[in-house]
């Protein structure tokens, strides 16, 4: 698991799995569009709607949970990075939400 920025993530988005790990009241503020949203207490039970071929970019508020479920990822096989600053960083920078 590599922790990648948020020009990083931005760059990659359209050809990776980016994956909000948030709880829904925090999603409703907006999320990273094209993001699948999955929280990270149902990531278990929803683990087949990831495909394990596209890696995947895990997003929180800040990047602890999103940090926790790369390496969950990683550890079932899946290539997954976190995004540094999380949600909190995306929309400091003033980059799109949906």
């Given at each position: 698991?590599?922790?990648?920025?948020i020009t990083?993530?931005?760059?990659?988005?359209?050809?990776?799995?980016?994956?909000?790990?948030?709880e829904?009241?925090?999603?409703?503020?907006?999320?990273?569009p094209?993001?699948l949203?999955?929280?990270?207490?149902?990531l278990?039970?929803r683990?087949?709607?990831?495909d394990?071929a596209v890696?995947?970019?895990?997003?929180?508020?800040?990047?602890?949970?999103?940090?926790?479920?790369?390496?969950?990822?990683?550890?079932?096989?899946?290539?997954?990075d976190?995004m540094?600053?999380g949600?909190?960083a995306w929309?400091r920078a003033?980059?799109?939400?949906?």
């Amino acid at each position: 698991m590599a922790e990648i920025t948020i020009t990083e993530t931005d760059q990659r988005r359209a050809t990776d799995n980016v994956l909000d790990v948030r709880e829904d009241f925090e999603v409703a503020e907006g999320m990273i569009p094209g993001a699948l949203h999955i929280p990270m207490g149902q990531l278990q039970a929803r683990l087949g709607e990831l495909d394990p071929a596209v890696p995947v970019i895990a997003v929180c508020r800040s990047g602890n949970r999103s940090a926790a479920v790369a390496d969950a990822l990683s550890g079932a096989g899946y290539k997954a990075d976190t995004m540094a600053g999380g949600m909190t960083a995306w929309a400091r920078a003033g980059l799109p939400t949906t």
